[in-house]
Structures are given as C-alpha cells and as structure tokens.
C-alpha cells in the first residue's frame, strides 16, 4: 500500500518537475542505474538512482537566523543556496526544544514522549526504537555521523552499540571516500555550533556591527546582550561554513542534485525564553531542503512542519517500508508538489512538548512538563505542573543557559526596563497560555483568560488533547511521572561544550 502511494504521488509528481519518476520507480524496482547525465568533473563513486542523504543539522540554531528568513545581520551563503535552489520552509519546529528529545524524534520519526526515557536530555534511547539511518543502512546505504550525533546521553546504556545516528567519521571526506562504489548514502552531520559557550567578542571582530542587531521583543536592548547575539551568530555562521564544505564536495563529484540536503537546527536559540522554551524562539527552526532531482526549487512553502517528519520523509523518498509504530507523517509530498505557499491544509498546526532537560534545574531532578500546539494565528500552550519554575528554580534557572545576556539580565532584574522582561524569561507561569501571534509576534502577552479569546482557547485545547491521546502521551494518558523518575544520565554542573578542532 505504502509504495503504491508513493508511486501515485510521484508519478503525479513527474507532470510537473523535470526530472520525472522514473528515477525512483527504477530504485523501487531494485533495477541497476543508468550513467546519469551530471555536470560532473569526478565520477566516483557512482550512486544506483536512489536520493543520497545529507541532513545538516545546527545544535541551538534557532529560527529565523538565516539571510533566507530574514536575518538582515548573520551570513548563511550555504543555507540561503539550499532555500534558494530547493524549498524554504518557514514554520518547521523541532518536537521539543532540548537536544536529546529533539535527535530522538528526528531519527525515529516518533514524537518525544513515546521514545520512554528517550524524552529527556541527557538520557538513552531504547534500541527497540528503529532509526533511519539504520533502516536505510539495511537497504544498501552507506552510512556515517559526523560530530554530534543522537544526544547527549548514553547510548550505550540503551542497547546500542554506536550512536542511533550512525558510524562517526572524522571528516565528511574521510566518509565520502569510504562510500563503496554505486551506493547511496546517508550521512549526519551535526555541527557543534551554536551551542554555548561562545568565544566574546568573537561576532564583532569577524565584522557582524553591533548596532545592526534586531533585538527580540523578551530580551533587554543593551549592548552585552547584542555582542552576546553577535557571537552567537558567528557560531550560525561556521555551521553554515562546514555544511558548504560538504556540499562543494558533493557539487565536484556530481553527487549533489541526487542528494537531499536538509539543512535546520535542533532546537531554538540558547537565550533566555529561547531554547527548552516552547515560544517560537525556542523551538521554531531554521529549514530548507534542496533535490532538484524532485523537488522544484525557488519555493517557500507554509505549511507546519515537525522535524519529526524527517525519518518518515527520508524513507519514503529512499522507497524504504517504515516500522508500525513510526506515526509521524512524511512530507515527501509536499517537496515533490512543486507548489508554495499553503500546500497541504492538512497541516494547518504542529505539536511541540518539553518534559526534563538539565537535571539540576529543580531538587529532586524534576522537569517542566508542557506542551503546545501552534497554528498559523495562534500558540496555545499546556503546562501540566505550574507550580514548578518553567526556567529551573532561582536562583540558578539552570534551565537556562548559562551566558551573558543571562547574566545581564539576573544582575538587572531589579531595573524598571528589565524586570517585566526577567518575569516573562524566567517567573511561573499558569497552567495555560494562549498567544495571538498575528498580532503578538513575540508571544508576549498571555491571554488564556481573556474572554475574547475564550472559544479559540478551548478549541485549541481539545485539539491539543485529541493530539496527545491519539499518540498516546503518557501525560494525558497515564505515567507521565515516569519522566521526573528516568535516570539523569549527565552532570548535574553546567554541561560542557565539547569544541571539535576549527
Ligand atoms: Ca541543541
């Protein structure tokens, strides 16, 4: 049933790009390639016809910090070439804003609270959770990681043997040289950057102008906390630095139009009321996806994405049966549609949650539990346990990392600019939250008990709960405790950034 339909859809799909289905009805068929016709000045290895995988992903590279979004100050040449030449795609969320549940949903195609202990950071990933870099490994890939892979945690404690992400390399070259001749492949690169601590100053001397900054509406405009987004960017900027290394290297063998590029984050920007948050600054991510083998490029499409739909998506296209339990949806066909704007009005909203992420936020190592759905006109957001310190209990806000506008922002919480700001970053917050965001962008003003708004409230609110049930979210359904009593696999201290050689 599943290959029909991808057949149907492909073959509806080659009315309209270019490069017809052919290509992938071969691949399914398990027919042998024909010498494509790239523009290519190396020749090895040779791939069979189905899509090789590159899959770029940032860690704390939130949105809209792209030139293609709209970021008038950082330069991402790479990631505004892949919008440019493939799909933008401006309303992709990560499935919770903190690095290991955010890996895990990327690579199961699960939503987070079903991966067990998985939900939370710094944990493992039960192995009867199939992946799919090793599904496609199973069919004839070739497949590598390159830095930061599923994580942090431990893998091993799991069941696995080596990261649910693949088999590390050290360099993308080394990698591709090992691809056996006429294999596909499937590669992970997680960069390092722009995870905290930053080197400071390092934005401003690498030319990024201080006073070109748009300070979001949460944050004080003061000039640590725009020298701390300068250096941020210069991290944004080396992530989008490798990933263009890796396609060049693509680009000369003439591997790159047969390779979906993605390239995104894992979850929002390491700032206060951004990353573990579930406003658009902390789960909102940076998307766009090249393959001009099928998928028109030019286009920027607003449908709501979840980057939990990567696993699926990156199956389908590769012709590869997904495992039952795989329940998030592949977009595969809205990238071949070669259409923009609102494709599917199916996905007319996306589901992002957070249960633990550091472990010494709150004694006893609780977490904050919450979940949200998010639709073009509003942010509706859950928080099953109110009484807890949405930023981790004060003084520390462990919750928060630990940086200058942080810092900045503790050290003023007393002055009349900042201190409405300090209470949205890192106060309680009630049991429900409501945001209009056509006319509140910055998700600022709650209005959950606002009359006005009451039937949207309560509409979103029983989608919501329709959502979690009918994917079985132990917090609706039962033994959502279970989050707060999984082992912390982590140092309850501030987690080290491991830096990789530059
Ligand atoms: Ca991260």
């Known amino acids: 049933m599943h290959r029909r339909d991808l057949l149907r859809r492909l073959g509806v799909a080659a009315g309209v790009a270019a490069a017809g289905g052919p290509l992938v009805s071969r691949a399914l068929a398990g027919a042998r390639p024909r010498a494509a016709a790239a523009p290519t000045v190396l020749r090895a290895p040779r791939s069979d016809d189905r899509p090789s995988i590159l899959f770029c992903i940032g860690d704390d590279w939130g949105w809209p910090h792209t030139g293609a979004l709209g970021d008038k100050v950082v330069r991402t040449p790479t990631f505004d070439r892949v919008a440019r030449e493939g799909v933008l795609l401006p309303y992709t969320y990560c499935a919770s804003p903190s690095c290991t549940p955010s890996r895990g949903s990327i690579l199961t195609g699960q939503m987070f609270w079903r991966l067990e202990e998985g939900g939370n950071l710094w944990s493992t990933l039960p192995k009867k959770f199939q992946v799919y870099p090793d599904l496609l490994e199973a069919a004839g890939y070739h497949v590598g990681l390159m830095r930061k892979g599923w994580g942090p945690g431990d893998f091993k404690a799991g069941g696995w043997t080596r990261n649910p992400a693949g088999p590390t390399f050290k360099t993308f070259d080394e990698f591709f040289k090992s691809i056996p001749d006429g294999k596909p ?29 748009s300070v979001p509406p949460m944050l004080p405009d003061a000039p640590e906390v725009r020298q701390d987004i300068l ?3 210069f991290e944004c900027e080396r992530c989008d630095r490798d990933a263009g290394e890796m396609i060049a290297v693509l680009e000369r063998a003439g591997r790159l139009d047969n390779t979906i ?6 979850n929002g920007w390491p700032f206060p009321r951004g990353k573990t948050n579930l406003y658009d600054h902390g789960c909102r991510q940076p998307m766009a996806v090249r393959w001009p083998a099928r998928a028109k490029g030019g286009r920027a499409v607003e449908d709501f994405l979840s980057l939990s739909e ?5 199956l389908e296209a590769a012709g590869v ?11 595969l066909d809205v990238l071949v549609s070669g259409k923009s704007g609102r494709v599917d009005p ?11 992420h550091h472990g010494g936020a709150r004694p006893g190592c609780l977490g904050y539990p919450q979940r949200m759905m998010r639709t073009h006109e509003y942010l509706y957001i859950r928080n099953f346990l109110p009484e807890r310190w949405p930023a981790g209990d004060p003084p520390g806000y462990e919750d928060c990392d630990g940086g200058p506008t942080k810092k900045f922002m503790t050290e003023h919480r007393q002055d009349p600019a900042v201190a409405p700001l300090f209470e949205l970053c890192f106060g309680k917050r ?4 409501l945001y209009d965001c056509r006319k509140d962008p910055g998700q600022l003003k709650n209005l959950a008990a606002d009359p006005a708004y009451a039937d949207a409230r309560k509409r979103l609110a029983a989608d919501l709960d329709a959502f979690l049930r009918e994917t079985k ?6 033994g959502g405790e279970k989050f707060d009593e999984y082992p912390y696999r982590g140092s309850v201290g501030a987690p080290a950034k491991a830096k990789a050689p530059k």
């Open 185 to 213: 492949f499937c590669f992970w690169f997680g960069s390092l950057d722009p995870h905290r601590a930053y080197e400071p100053g390092s934005g401003a001397a690498s030319g990024l102008r201080a006073e070109a900054v």
């Open 231 to 233: 250096d941020y960017y």
């Open 261 to 266: 590029v993605f390239m995104t984050g894992d």
């Open 310 to 314: 990567i696993a699926p998506t990156v």
């Open 321 to 331: 049966e997904r495992p039952a339990d795989m329940h998030a949806r592949s977009f």
């Open 346 to 356: 199916r996905r007319d909203r996306v589901v992002v949650g957070r249960e633990r």
């Open 430 to 433: 009630p049991a429900e939250e």
């Open 473 to 478: 979210d132990p917090r609706v359904v039962g």
